[in-house]
């Protein structure tokens, strides 16, 4: 088994129009994954990009709803609908350039899976997804809004997934697609890529990052970093460009170009 991270930043431009989708990248990838399966099983995990960051970022669902009344909890559990629903419309777009490629994908909502505990996933029922990849599926789960179990409601990450999955079904590799080459030893395209990154030196690593001029890309780098730090007890861990064609399937060979994290 092979869990496919698909960054939001590689599916969508952030920075871009709401909902923008680039149906080619997603396709090319998909096209990828076909050269491996249906000997190779795969989980896909897709982050928000242009669909659920904006909702959730105005209607404020990181701060939950402990505490929170009349009007304004009304707003927010709204919001919490409209990110949601969001990152439905995305799914079905990951989804349908899978199938136009000749893969069964299928979405699985990620909030009806998973319960969160501040900040951490508390719970998850992957038997669903068990028997999806038994039945000859592929399962694309996504970034969402979750139950928590302390604050109400909270986002819960695709990297906070692709972590739970991994300690569950330890797969052979977990490969993180990204709009850059892979982990840099400064910020994103600005230092020098690291080709291997050893596990005892991610914490050093991301204490140099949080010590830079934060921008949003560079908080998501040390997210991702603080999650495969986890994931590698369990799995090969790769991070490359998902923009540029081939570099998932050198992933997957295991002689590709990116962030190779080794023990």
Known sequence: MIIIKLGGSVFSDKKGGPENFRENVVRNIAREIAEFYPEESFIIVHGGGSFGHPEARKYGIRNGLTGVTGETAFKRRKGFSLTHHAMLRASMKVVEAFLSQGLPAVSVSSSSIFLMDSDRVAYGDVEPIRKLIETGFIPVLFGDVAVDLEKGIDILSGDQIVTYLTKLFRPKKVVFLMSVDGIYDGKPS???????????????????????????????????LREAKEIARFSEVWFVNGL?????????????FGTKIVP
Not at 244 to 256: E, M, Y
């Open 190 to 224: 600005e230092g020098t890529l690291l080709f291997e990154l050893p596990v005892e030196m991610i914490d050093g690593l991301i204490k140099r990052l949080e010590g830079s001029a934060g921008t949003d890309v560079t908080g998501g780098i040390i997210n991702k």
């Open 244 to 256: 540029v064609l081939g570099r998932l399937s050198g992933a997957i060979k295991g002689d590709g």
